[in-house]
């Protein structure tokens, strides 16, 4: 049996990447991993490297981004981040988003935290 908060993610993520793209926005990679933890994707955004966190909630359990992204979370995707940017020698600007998903509902928030 499939885990169901791994295929509510993939939806998300897929809904998330198609909506980035209407929005202009060039995805450069998704589910990067290191030892520090996983970014949901990276992308550019003009000259910007985004990198993005995908909250997916049922209508009913729909939360702000405020609370979705727990103070840990940022955490590690702050060191995944400076991860990637090391290892791929990445001197652009960068910026942390968050994309919260709730039924059709899509909202994007640039430079959710940092």
Known sequence: MPNNNKTIGDTGE???????KKEGISIVTT???????????IALDNDTLCFIEVKNYSPRNYISVYHA?????KQK???TARYYLLKNQV?????FDA????????????????
């Open 99 to 114: 994309l919260l998903i709730s039924g059709k509902v899509i909202e994007y928030i640039k430079g959710a935290f940092c």
């Open 69 to 73: 992204i727990s103070k840990q979370k």
């Open 91 to 95: 001197t652009c600007p960068c910026r």
């Open 14 to 20: 897929h809904l998330a990447i198609d909506y980035l």
């Open 31 to 41: 589910n990067f991993h290191s030892r520090y933890g996983e970014i949901d994707i």
């Open 77 to 79: 995707i702050i060191k």
